[in-house]
Nanobody
Framework: VQLQASGGGLVQTGGSLRLSCAASGRTFSSYGMGWFRQAPGKVREFVAAISQSGSGTKYAEPVKGRFSVSRDNAKNTMYLQMNSLKFEDTAVYYC????????????????WGQGTQVTVSS
């Protein structure tokens, strides 16, 4: 599966952005999906995950209550709605696919998109 993340940009503290991850192929609904982010000089970290059907979701503690992950299997697309953005949310955001779902480890994902930059100004 090929993944392409989009929707990043520059936003002020407290603002919102919605990221999209478009997947190629006809088997999108068979993959668990995840969002990760990587800030300069830091390791890539887990943000959120969603099950194949969309009924299951999981979030990293720093984004709980502010971010929401969803997917539309008919459109082969996953989303990350980011609200109440903070300066520390600044990073390149990556989407990834997994045969299972719910892993918070980079090693739990097989395919990765190219990343989209999110910059939150303080």
């Amino acid at each position: 599966v090929q993944l392409q993340a989009s929707g990043g940009g520059l936003v002020q503290t407290g603002g919102s952005l919605r990221l999209s991850c478009a997947a190629s192929g006809r088997t999108f609904s068979s993959y668990g999906m995840g969002w990760f982010r990587q800030a300069p000089g830091k390791v890539r970290e887990f943000v959120a995950a969603i099950s194949q059907s969309g009924s299951g979701t999981k979030y990293a503690e720093p984004v709980k209550g502010r971010f929401s992950v969803s997917r539309d299997n008919a459109k082969n697309t996953m989303y990350l709605q980011m609200n109440s953005l903070k300066f520390e949310d600044t990073a390149v955001y990556y989407c990834a696919s997994s045969a299972g779902w719910g892993s918070s480890r980079v090693e739990g994902y097989d395919y990765w998109g190219q990343g989209t930059q999110v910059t939150v100004s303080s």
